[in-house]
């Protein structure tokens, strides 16, 4: 609303009319809002809305799926554009919310709902207009990034870290939805929509978070070139998509590896294009609104030229299953800590070999005199099956010289 | 043209009406081309194309100032919009071209002018919607970040990594253009247009290449924590601009530095938006490709909903005087090739304190007994204001104890 106002005369030069804010659906009309909010435009009743025919565009910045679904859908309903930053609602119901909005003639917009002010959305949009995207991946949690460069780079615990993102207002009271890695399969669900025009429930994500990452993993990571991020991978199959949510070893060199803090990234491989980075701020209310004026400046200008819906008609899905974690080939970083024995290499070794996985390399830390006390055996793999790697972690675990589980993170190359 | 046959289907969605491509005016109509291309289409008279009433959109791809610009001028004059990625007819007649096309209600679209098959106008004009932008830094021109990459990371000398360039279609037979930072100023010009509506003229913008870039220089910069990366930096002041093409330290640890090889990358910090990094393919045929289709369809989109020149109407610009690199604040590299004398030291110091500047770090390299031998000294300063620093190396210059030209880069902080 303060950008919308601050950049009128821009507003009219680009939609050709101004823009007025009718009527803000609120829950608590007593709290305190910026001043640019005039009182008697609250409301907590959503039929003052819905029910006013001079409301041509609806902007839902509530979140979670209910009551916004049936929201959006009755705004779709009544021939309005809707303008979502609801990442939780897209993921869920994206595709039938399109396909809703292309019936009604309407657009539904949504460049806030991932990534906040990077313009994602739209660069994809535009780059499909020629292009197909082949591979994607992305820090699209801002949360696990910070929590990440915080144990990293100052040796934080990972509860430390949690706990300080939490007083700096990054992550919730539960972080669970950031650090399980669930708010980074909605982002990711959404997007696939968008690049391999997938269909897919959040569920059949597979999802990683970072509690499993400890500050040994930075070390050894660090010694091996690299940096763990948590990161969204989509991949466009021939009738398949793999999508994968995890902890993440990228090499140090790379830009994606130096993008710290609370700050996203997502990049792009299309066939025409090459490899496109774009990173931002990834929430927050400045970035957040940014995107969300850009979409309600798209879909006005289209509703007053008469062409609402063409935009959001390019948009196809279809149901497309999602590849097998098993299936995945790549190279793996695989954490052991095991009793400190004559023959444990060995043990290690021949289980993997036994698997079909060969090893590129391998650094044992601790265990130098202090018999007794379990040592950490850290090796990287050629490329291997996922699958084949799985099964020999699980025969080390089950033997007697694990001293506790395992620890498996995929590196990109 | 591949790009708009294979993805037909997808411009009719957007569009609303398939793209038909009418003529494609060449210099050499014997010279091979893209199978697509039917012979017929050819042409080497513009009057074909000007005289066809049934063009509606001008794509101009040939480069240079003349003829381009006079073609342009009259498909403007004639109401189609236009479609360019020309840098130079744009650096150059910008916005005159940009006025032209609103006068006759008619788009400019120049997307592939800039970074590629990056979408930096496009972020730019969307982010401009509501926010305003302070600054920006890129890595704008190819060649320059392949040469600079090749001599950091592979030890060549600045001849050897501009024949490799050139072996490999990176860099032209004469290679100044883009090495002596013309092109990398052209470039920004066209986004200072942008992002701070400000008309300047390219020769206004203070530019430096990278030819004085020696491997001594990046040595000394990775001691530092730097990398040497040739940047494109915009800010917004007050009344004027600061616009300046460059060598720079970047710190090691950051995104810009590790977008390596041909690839480019721009950097915007947008009031509320913060920073936001683009990186891609700089330059070639594809991404070029990539941003000239993804113009042709929206020309092409507002053209048939009747609102041609909307987009081009929000460009707004004005005379904006470049502040002089004088008054620039920053912090500085300075190398120096000194004769090994007692008190060689005090001189370079005393003339630094003489004219205000005081020193962060240095470092001598060389001059360990054998004596005779110019050795090198290297410093970094804290914030000066340029123009005392150049003061203070001019002194040391003409002093007898340089050995040869001293050599400045700035620091990116």
Request: include cysteine; charged fraction near 25%; aromatic fraction near 4%.
């Amino acid at each position: 609303m303060q950008l919308l106002r601050a950049n009128a005369e821009y507003v009219v030069r680009s939609v050709g009319a101004p823009i007025e804010i009718s009527h803000v659906l609120v829950r608590d009309p007593a709290k305190e809002r910026v001043p640019e909010l005039e009182r008697e435009r609250l409301t907590t009743d959503p039929e003052v809305l819905l029910g006013d025919a001079s409301v041509d565009v609806f902007v839902e910045v509530m979140g979670g799926v209910s009551p916004a679904k049936s929201y959006v859908e009755r705004a779709i309903d009544s021939k309005r554009s809707v303008v979502t930053a609801n990442k939780m609602l897209l993921a869920m119901h994206g595709p039938e919310l399109v396909e809703r909005a292309i019936a009604r003639r309407v657009d539904l917009a949504f460049e806030g709902s991932v990534g906040g002010g990077i313009p994602v959305i739209r660069v994809l949009r535009e780059a499909l207009a020629s292009d197909s995207v082949m591979r994607l991946s992305g820090i699209v949690n801002g949360t696990c990034n910070f929590v990440l460069t915080r144990m990293r780079a100052d040796g934080l615990s990972f509860d430390e870290a949690v706990r300080e993102a939490q007083a700096k207002g990054y992550a919730e009271a539960d972080p669970s939805l950031d650090v399980d890695g669930h708010d980074a399969a909605h982002k990711l669900v959404v997007l696939a929509m968008l690049a391999f025009g997938a269909r897919v429930e959040p569920h059949d994500v597979p999802t990683e978070g970072i509690r499993g990452i400890e500050p040994i993993d930075h070390r050894f990571a660090e010694r091996f070139g690299f940096v763990i991020k948590h990161l969204a991978f989509g991949s466009d199959r021939d009738t398949s998509v793999e999508l994968r949510v995890h902890p993440t070893l990228v090499r140090r060199d790379t830009a994606l590896a130096n993008v710290n803090g609370v700050l996203n990234a997502i990049s792009l491989e299309g066939r025409a294009l090459g490899p496109t980075l774009l990173s931002g701020r990834g929430a927050g209310d400045m970035p957040t609104a940014v995107s969300v004026v850009a979409d309600v400046l798209d879909v006005a200008r289209a509703r007053r030229s008469g062409v609402s819906g063409l935009a959001t008609r390019t948009i196809q899905v279809r149901h497309r299953p999602v590849s097998s974690l098993d299936e995945v080939f790549g190279r793996y970083y695989l954490r052991f800590q095991v009793h400190d024995r004559p023959g444990v290499l060995a043990r290690l070794a021949g289980a993997l070999g036994d698997a079909g996985v060969s090893i590129e390399q391998m650094v044992q830390e601790g265990g130098a005199g202090s018999s007794g006390v379990p040592v950490y055996i850290v090796l990287l793999t050629h490329e291997a099956r996922e699958g084949d790697v799985r099964r020999a972690m699980e025969a080390i675990s089950r033997s007697e010289v694990a001293a506790s589980a395992p620890k498996l993170i995929r590196i990109q190359d």
